[in-house]
């Protein structure tokens, strides 16, 4: 057994406590003696530990005592309780109380063995579960639409309160706005979370082959049918299935979706068994249902199957004030991601990305700074990091850019080209600028740049 499992032995008796300490040191495990219940729930509280075996019976604080401060404490903590042989009441209240298990003293060690290596599987199986609960959660938490305005407050709490339901939900806006994400995060928020989210994207397939897509298709329905496969609607069933650019739906598969949603049944192509299935919509567009409607492009009676629920979701434009957040976020992500220490942004850098319009949205941001993040050689993203759309638009403009941002901005660049041409030798650099070196060291600081830079 590894030695990362640690014991805490509580036991009034020293011969007692010294024997199970002794055998458990030479079964490579780590335990540490109380002499007391007292003093063992000092030790507890000083210290983590896995598992405590204690004795009944003890004078002042006793073996159930102990048991119920250190579940107080930490009730991840495994207790073990040793008492008397004959005493299995005292092992049942115990038990009643939270304890892992008993034993009966005198204590047979190789059973005293068994139980430890219990507890010990049974830790590793809570904390490996724990940890993969935790990685979903990260893997499927709604990062492309963090925010504290008030619109995205309001899009998490209807997200909070539409997960556990079995409601059809229609998520709205704009391209990059995060749509695809909110599914997400309805769905692993939802009872369904541990079967699958199947996604579908409705304008990336043609008809035939959508309906193929969606449904699935008998051996020889169609030239190319080779075998049998099951569509989108079978590999979802029990699960949730993301119809994304509902807009774009043919008509005829509207009028076989609409099926689904009535009857949740449908035949594969080129069959005409039916088969049932168990699935959970979560649809999404860009597009104004309301205008196809008006068109015929749309139908009615299916616009009013997928609206039971509808989440919109703003432009970034329209919540500015979540632009910090989303920045720093994604500048973390993406520094870890390609293993990079960058402090933040340039006063410029940053200016130009809060004054920016993100005709993408949230998806447009995310590629900027990933894109800075990649290129850049300084230790801060510079408005030259980025792209040259975001500068000229604000030049343009000639509004919000103060001379100091100006003046800051050209000389930042002008040390960069004086550290390319040397080589990065800073006497030659500041020679070439007309200052001293201890003037260029002190704007290297100042602008996060690093001496040996050889230009961009």
Do not use: W
Request: with cysteine.
């Amino acid at each position: 057994m590894a030695d990362d499992f640690r014991i805490l032995v509580v036991d009034d008796e020293p011969t007692q406590r010294e024997l199970v300490c002794g055998f458990l040191r030479k079964q490579g495990l780590e335990a540490t003696p109380a002499e007391s219940g007292e003093q063992g729930l000092e030790i507890f509280r000083q210290q983590p530990f896995d598992l405590v075996l204690t004795d009944q019976k003890m004078p002042k604080l006793s073996g159930l005592d102990l048991l119920k401060s250190v579940r107080a404490i930490n009730p991840e903590t495994s207790v073990i309780v040793m008492t008397a042989y004959g005493k299995i009441e005292s092992a049942v209240a115990a038990i009643k109380e939270g304890a892992t298990d008993y034993l009966t003293k005198p204590l047979n060690l190789d059973e005293l063995l068994h139980k430890i290596e219990q507890v010990r599987e049974r830790h590793r199986l809570y904390f490996e579960n724990r940890e993969l609960r935790e990685a979903l959660q990260s893997r499927h938490r709604i990062e492309g639409v963090l925010g504290e305005s008030g619109q995205m407050l309001e899009v998490t709490s209807l997200v909070r309160r539409v997960a556990p339901s079995e409601a059809t939900v229609l998520i709205r806006g704009e391209s990059g706005t995060g749509k695809e994400l909110i599914a997400k995060a309805i769905h692993y928020a939802s009872p369904r979370a541990g079967a699958p989210l199947i996604r579908v994207n409705c304008a990336a397939l043609p008809e035939t082959l959508l309906e193929s897509e969606l449904f699935g298709h008998e051996k020889g329905a169609f030239t190319g049918a080779a075998a049998r496969r099951k569509g989108r609607f079978e590999l979802a069933d029990r699960g949730s299935l993301f119809l994304d650019e509902i807009g774009d739906l043919p008509l005829p598969l509207q009028a076989k979706l609409l099926r689904v949603l009535q009857e949740r049944e449908f035949e594969r192509v080129g069959s005409s068994l039916p088969i049932r299935v168990d699935v959970r919509i979560l649809a999404a567009t860009h597009r104004d249902l309301e205008g196809l409607l008006k068109t015929g492009q749309f139908r009615e009676d299916l616009y009013y199957r997928l609206n039971v629920v509808t989440i919109l979701l703003p432009p970034l434009r329209e919540r500015r004030q979540d632009l910090p957040l989303l920045m720093d976020h994604f500048l973390k992500l993406f520094a870890e991601k390609n293993h990079k220490t960058i402090r933040g942004f340039t006063q410029d850098a940053r200016q130009a990305l809060l004054r920016y319009d993100y005709p993408g949205n949230v998806r447009e941001l995310e590629n900027i700074i990933e894109r800075a993040v990649v290129l850049t050689r300084d230790e801060v993203i510079g408005r030259e990091d980025l792209p040259l759309s975001i500068p000229e638009a604000e030049e343009e403009k000639g509004e919000g850019i103060t001379l100091t941002a100006a003046t800051e901005g050209t000389e930042r660049r002008m040390i960069r080209e004086a550290l390319a041409r040397s080589g990065g030798v800073q006497t030659r650099a500041a020679e070439s600028l007309g200052i001293s070196e201890r003037a260029l060291r002190y704007k290297l600081k100042k602008y996060g740049l690093r001496g040996e830079d050889s230009g961009s």
